[in-house]
């Protein structure tokens, strides 16, 4: 194959990954289910955290499959793996337009959705495209993680919005699910292929640095430090994320208003995590990202208390926070850790955070149904967030050892 049409391959590929991106379980389940949360909740007669609860399983079971997936694509090759998660994932989330208001048949299609989504999602597809570049890997992971997330969070609560007042809530997941297939099975079957034999300059392999074992990071104050910040901080602000349009409509809002704002959100995010990645490997401090936090704050307080286009503000500005976090995490644990161990480190970490981002949702719910009301979880959440503001000044500086920011962005995105 000639240096063009590898180059030419290689930029199929990243169309490939982020239009999957665009249609992974983050964007097709997690950011439309707060336009289906109170729908399924009214009609199975059920409290919002026994719905909500789903979330909270499909991140135990993505914390222990992720591994096992990744484990698959090495041996087999990522392409037929994704093909197939792509089918398993539309048949599992159109298969939620069966369930009945029974644990065991509500519960269980969401199993299935977990284990499908676990294999086209966020990491691996940027395994592939990691794959496939070295000197604009960074530019690469973040056009397929960060446009592909953003967009598909932005355009599909909207659908789910308008397919909600025209079909209900269970012909709205046979519809996405419809989506996932007939939009990503063909661009991929075409576009996704393996990384090339040939070591050119798009694809050869990144050196490999020094690190960490995971014992040895388990016994440094970073590897602590990161999960009470970045860690409370991705559960927080996802449980915000999740909710955007329930707290909405609770205040009286409309759900296309209330649409609006949480597209806003997701869009911002993702030009967030790129900025503060970017910011991050300028000024190589951790508190670049401290005041993220603060504004996620007093934006949580707006979405509380405003109306008009300050909503528009207020979504914006939780998606500074909610990006810094994507942004920040990966590099963060190549800083203190760096390379050797990269993925083990991440890997716990990762998990951990995954079951927070599963796990504040359903509490958020809990919450509500005890006092009926969300403004004390939101309270809670508000002074979480300036203690992490105020925690992340306590992180050491990085550690001599540098690590390229794109080396270890497809991480950026893992649970959401």
């Known amino acids: 194959m000639s240096g063009t049409e590898n180059s030419r391959t290689a930029l199929g590929v990243v169309v490939a990954c982020t239009i999957g991106n665009m249609l992974c379980m983050t964007t097709t389940v997690s950011a439309v289910f707060g336009v289906f ?33 990744g484990r698959a694509i090495d041996r087999f090759g990522a392409r037929p793996i994704l093909l197939a998660g792509n ?52 530019l690469m992971l973040g056009i397929s993680a960060g446009v592909g997330n953003g967009v598909g969070a932005t355009i599909m609560p909207i659908i789910a919005a308008a397919s909600l007042a025209a079909l209900g809530w269970q012909t709205s997941y046979a519809l996405i699910g419809a989506i996932i297939f007939v939009v990503g099975f063909p661009l991929q079957w075409f576009l996704l292929r393996e990384p090339a034999p040939v070591a050119a300059s798009i694809n050869a392999p990144a050196p490999q640095l020094e690190g960490h074992t995971l014992v040895e990071a388990l016994r440094t104050p970073a590897f602590w430090l ?71 704050t007093a934006g949580l307080w707006l979405l509380e208390h405003r109306d008009g ?33 990269y993925g083990t480190i991440g890997g716990v970490i990762y998990a951990i955070v995954m079951l927070a981002q599963g796990g504040t949702p359903v509490a958020m719910d809990w919450m509500f149904d005890s006092y009926g009301s969300y403004a004390p979880s939101i309270l809670l959440i ?12 306590v992180l050491p500086p990085f550690g001599a ?6 080396d270890v962005a497809g991480l950026a995105h893992v649970g959401l």
Not at 110 to 128: E, H, W, Y
Not at 384 to 389: K, M, P
Not at 401 to 406: D, F
């Open 401 to 406: 050892r540098r690590v390229a920011h794109e």
């Open 382 to 393: 508000e002074a979480c967030l300036l203690g992490i503001s105020a925690l992340m000044l």
């Open 226 to 296: 990161i999960l009470a910040t970045l860690g409370l901080g991705s559960g927080c602000l996802t449980a915000v994320f999740s909710h955007v349009i329930p707290v909405l409509t609770d205040r009286g809002f409309d759900l296309a208003t209330a649409a609006s704002v949480m597209s806003t959100l997701a869009l911002v995010t993702s030009a967030a995590q790129i900025l503060s990645g970017s910011l991050l490997d300028r000024f190589a401090s951790p508190r670049v990202v401290a005041p993220a936090f603060a504004i996620a």
């Open 37 to 69: 949360l109170v729908p399924i909740a009214e009609d199975f007669g059920w409290p919002r955290a026994q719905v909500t609860s789903v979330l909270g399983l499909i991140a135990i079971i993505n914390a222990f499959a992720y591994p096992l997936v």
């Open 87 to 138: 089918v398993l994932l539309a048949a599992s989330v159109a298969s939620i337009s069966l369930a009945h208001a029974t644990v065991a048949s509500f519960y269980g299609h969401f199993v299935l959705v977990g284990l499908a989504g676990s294999i086209p999602c966020t990491a691996m597809f940027s395994k592939v495209v990691s794959g496939w570049f070295d000197k604009k890997r960074g």
């Open 309 to 341: 286009a300050t909503l528009l503000v207020a979504g914006a500005m939780l998606g500074i926070g909610l990006g810094a976090v994507f942004g920040a995490l990966p590099l963060f644990i190549s800083r203190y850790f760096g390379l050797r161990s």
